[in-house]
T-cell receptor, first 115, second 112 residues
Framework: GAVVSQHPSWVICKSGTSVKIECRSL??????MFWYRQFPKQSLMLMAT?????????EQGVEKDKFLINHASLTLSTLTVTSAHPEDSSFYIC???????????FGQGTRLTVV | AQSVSQHNHHVILSEAASLELGCNYS??????LFWYVQYPGQHLQLLLK??????LVKGIKGFEAEFIKSKFSFNLRKPSVQWSDTAEYFC??????????FGPGTRLSVLP
């Protein structure tokens, strides 16, 4: 199957700083990528849909100014958590859909800890 | 809006026991159905998926799932679990062109 690479796998940052997470489709082009957040013992919650060459679409309740998404190329989407706070600590996962959205290919996830 | 529920939050089994994890969804139209597995420290991997045709689908590692349209269910089964099946299991649905919606997950612990 297709491969989605997410980097970094884990990051610790201080409150108030910003963190960038990269999501790359390695062997296919992804005009759309999805960003999820997973709280401990909970399911994946869709945060936003990243669209190549246009603005991301955010789910209700997700602050677009805090979670900046950029999809500058067909193989790269980035999520920047700005002015991070401890409550932003979570597991962030990106995915890219397969043909006709019939499957999702997931990155390894990024565990963010804000101290 | 679509929603997915999974019957059990945490299932504990001994090796060789049979497994069935429940999944129900709510959506009036045609959906695709998936089971994903997340092993400790690893990313989500597709176990199996159903689009159409035979409602009994077989996936990797001996897993299978049965789509029962009248019950809006897509339960995951395995006749004999192994310690290595310890993981988090997520049921997911999507309608054509729409986002995936995931269930809350079921943690499976298999005791050696």
């Amino acid at each position: 199957g297709a491969v989605v690479s997410q980097h970094p796998s884990w990051v610790i940052c201080k409150s108030g700083t910003s963190v960038k997470i990269e999501c790359r489709s390695l062997d296919f082009q992804a005009t759309t990528m999805f960003w999820y957040r997973q709280f401990p013992k909970q399911s994946l919650m869709l945060m936003a849909t990243s669209n190549e060459g246009s603005k991301a679409t955010y789910e209700q309740g997700v602050e677009k100014d805090k979670f900046l998404i950029n999809h500058a190329s067909l193989t790269l989407s980035t999520l920047t958590v700005t002015s991070a706070h401890p409550e932003d600590s979570s597991f962030y996962i990106c995915s890219a859909p397969g043909t006709l959205n019939t499957e999702a290919f997931f990155g390894q996830g990024t565990r963010l800890t804000v101290v | 809006a679509q929603s997915v529920s999974q019957h059990n939050h945490h299932v504990i089994l001994s090796e060789a026991a049979s497994l069935e994890l429940g999944c129900n969804y709510s959506y009036g139209g045609t959906v695709n159905l998936f089971w994903y597995v997340q092993y400790p420290g690893q990313h989500l991997q597709l176990l199996l998926k159903y689009f159409s045709g035979d409602p009994l689908v077989k996936g990797i590692k001996g897993f299978e799932a049965e789509f029962i349209k009248s019950k809006f269910s897509f339960n995951l089964r395995k006749p004999s679990v192994q310690w290595s099946d310890t993981a988090e299991y997520f049921c997911a649905v999507n309608a054509l062109g729409q986002n995936f919606v995931f269930g809350p997950g079921t943690r499976l612990s298999v005791l050696p």
